[in-house]
């Protein structure tokens, strides 16, 4: 597999949330490395933006730093490069165990298959890494509270969300998702822009 060297603004941005992604999760470079098979140097040039990864080793750093791998792209609406489709496969992901987080931790559990094409599903519990900022992307989301209470922020709107509890947005707005109690358990599915 071939990775281009370069920089740019949108590597610099991958870069960033990468480490962010990592950090928050307490991995190191080397964990990440067991976890995707990319080397610990190719990482570290990953995550100071001097180089771009293959659209296959995209998907394994957003499966093992447990981030959607719209929020490792996300930017600017209409800064996106085309999707390669994927060959969508089917999928199991078996039930988990909830855990309750402290206040500004968690983690998303992707439920959709790598690669898929028109949406991407994810359960999250508590504050997962990557909405420790705000985020925007081309899409729309909808976020289904399961449990707890939720924070939405929205462009200039903010929401509080309970058990039950939905929200639909344009996804290219910049928006985070903070979970308000321990226990606080959504579902978030991720649409891109419609196919041309």
């Not at 995707?36 to 100071?48: D, H, N, V």
Request: net charge positive; aromatic share 4%.
């Amino acid at each position: 597999m071939t990775e281009q060297r370069g920089s740019s603004v949108s590597a610099v941005r991958l870069g960033r949330r990468l480490r962010m992604s990592r950090r928050r999760l307490g991995l190191t470079q080397d964990a990440v490395s067991g976890r995707t098979g990319l080397s610990k140097s190719f990482l570290s040039q990953l995550e100071s933006g001097r180089a771009n990864p293959t659209l296959e080793s995209l998907h394994r750093l957003a499966e093992a730093v447990e981030t959607p791998l719209s929020v490792l792209l996300g930017g600017p609406a209409g800064g996106a490069a085309p999707r390669t489709p994927a060959a969508l496969s089917t999928t199991y992901r078996p039930a988990r165990d909830s855990r309750e987080w402290g206040a500004g931790e968690g983690r998303t559990y992707p439920l959709t298959s790598p690669g898929a094409r028109r949406f991407e599903t994810v359960l999250a519990e508590g504050t997962p890494a990557h909405h420790a900022f705000a985020t925007s992307h081309p899409g729309e989301e909808l976020c289904h509270v399961l449990g707890g209470r939720l924070r939405a922020e929205i462009g200039d709107e903010r929401f509080a969300l309970a058990a039950g509890d939905t929200l639909h947005y344009d996804s290219g707005l910049p928006h985070r998702l903070v979970a308000l109690t321990p226990g606080t358990r959504f579902l978030l599915q991720v649409a891109g822009p419609p196919a041309a």
